[in-house]
C-alpha cells in the first residue's frame, strides 16, 4: 500500500471513531505513550516492538494533525517528501539513541505550545510551531527505521493493519480498545 493511502485510511478511520474531534492534549497522552513504547523496543532490542512503535507513533501524528486542522497532513508526516532537503538528511548516521532523544524534544515543543491553551484555537504562528515539530518527527521516525534496518512504510502498514478493525469507544477524551476497557 502507498504511503498516502495508508494516510487517508488512518484518517477515515479516526473519523469513524471520533477522535478526529477530540482535544489535542489528550493525543499528545497518546503520542507520550507511544513515544515511551518506542524508547522501550529500542532499550529492550526488541525490532519488533520497535517497527509497531513507529507506525504507531505515524498513526497518533495523523491524529493530532487532523485534530489541529492541519490541511495537508500526508506532507506532514511522509518524510519521503523530503529527502533532498539537507536538513533532514543531517538526520541520517545519528543512532537511534539520539534519535529518540530529538524526538522527545520535538514532542515537548509541541506539547509547551498545546499547553497554553490547548490546541485547536491557537495563533497561526504557534500552529507552525507544531506543524514543524510533527514534520520533524517524521523525519526522525524515518532516520530511526532506516538505522534500525526498516522502512517507515513497512512499519507504517504494520500498524495500520493492527488498527484498522479495532473496536473500541472514547473514555476521558482518548479512545480505548475493547480489550483494555475495564467494565
Not at 523530503?82 to 543512532?95: R, W
Request: proline residues 2%.
Amino acid at each position: 500500500m502507498k504511503f498516502n493511502e495508508l494516510v487517508e485510511n488512518v484518517k477515515v478511520w479516526s473519523i469513524a471513531k471520533g477522535l478526529d474531534k477530540a482535544e489535542p492534549i489528550k493525543q499528545m497522552q497518546k503520542l507520550s505513550e507511544e513515544w515511551g513504547e518506542l524508547n522501550q523496543a529500542k532499550a529492550k532490542s526488541n525490532p519488533e516492538q520497535l517497527k509497531d512503535s513507529i507506525g504507531d507513533v505515524l498513526v497518533v501524528l495523523i491524529i493530532l494533525s487532523q485534530q489541529m486542522n492541519f490541511k495537508d497532513i500526508n506532507k506532514l508526516v511522509n518524510a519521503n517528501l523530503y529527502k533532498d532537503i539537507p536538513e533532514q538528511i543531517g538526520l541520517f548516521g545519528a543512532s537511534t539513541d539520539k534519535l529518540l532523544l530529538l524526538g522527545t524534544a520535538e514532542i515537548g515543543r509541541v506539547a509547551g505550545v498545546l499547553t497554553i491553551n490547548g490546541g485547536r484555537n491557537e495563533a497561526s504562528f504557534q500552529k507552525m510551531i507544531i506543524e514543524r515539530s510533527i514534520v520533524h518527527l517524521a523525519d526522525v521516525l524515518d532516520a530511526i527505521a532506516v538505522e534500525e534496518n526498516t522502512s517507515t512504510i513497512e512499519c507504517f502498514e504494520l500498524a495500520w493493519n493492527e488498527i484498522k478493525g479495532r473496536t473500541g469507544r472514547m473514555v476521558n477524551g482518548v479512545f480505548v480498545k475493547s480489550e483494555d476497557i475495564k467494565e
